[in-house]
């Protein structure tokens, strides 16, 4: 398992080892879906009630730090 500032989990066996929150079943990806359509951390809360703020919050620090690489794109065709 590898643990990134204890909230974000990444567990082979746990949503095809896609980083989760806490080793839950609720991905990254999902809560960052949910904010990207303009649900409210307060929507989100309610819809996981298993969830804290905090949890959010390092969901966006997680995609924050991956924005932090460097990425080229291939163009094919």
Do not use: W
């Amino acid at each position: 398992m590898t643990s990134l500032d204890g909230r974000i989990t990444i567990i082979p066996d746990v949503c095809n080892g896609q980083p989760t929150i806490r080793g839950k079943r609720i991905t990254v990806k999902t809560i960052l879906e949910f904010l990207s359509a303009g649900d409210s951390h307060e929507d989100i809360l309610r819809q996981y009630p298993s969830l804290e703020l905090d949890d959010i919050y390092a969901c966006l620090k997680f995609a924050t730090q991956l924005m932090t690489h460097k990425y080229v794109l291939n163009m094919m065709g």
